[in-house]
């Protein structure tokens, strides 16, 4: 997560997220996306706000089961700012630390 924060990019999103039985609901959005749709979700997001932040808070983990709450700050290409915080939870990858 931290490395994502510093360093926004659809891969690093893709790799927060098992590729096999994780999705991503965020708020606003219809229904999960599935693990094959993230990256170009993400994609989208970088290329629609400008300055994208992405700070983690506070993160545990039980087993492979993570609580992160995240801080995102990000100026939208129409104008104005937006921050959000948000409890994220998901199954550590081993390739990627809280």
């Known amino acids: 997560m931290a490395e994502f924060g510093r360093n ?9 997220f098992d590729p096999e039985d994780e999705t991503v609901l965020h708020p606003g959005m219809k229904e999960p996306l599935p ?9 989208g997001v970088l290329a629609t706000l400008q300055n994208f932040r992405f700070e983690t808070i506070a993160s545990c983990a039980c087993g492979d089961l993570v609580f ?6 990000a100026v939208a290409a129409a104008g104005g700012s937006r921050e959000t915080g948000r409890l994220k939870t998901g199954r550590l990858d081993a390739r990627v630390s809280p």
Not at 8 to 16: A, C, D, G, I
Not at 35 to 43: C, D, I, L, T
Request: net charge negative.
């Open 8 to 16: 926004p990019s659809p891969e690093l999103y893709e790799q927060l």
């Open 35 to 43: 693990p094959r749709n993230v990256g170009a979700y993400m994609a």
């Open 68 to 73: 992160a709450e995240a801080s995102s700050t």
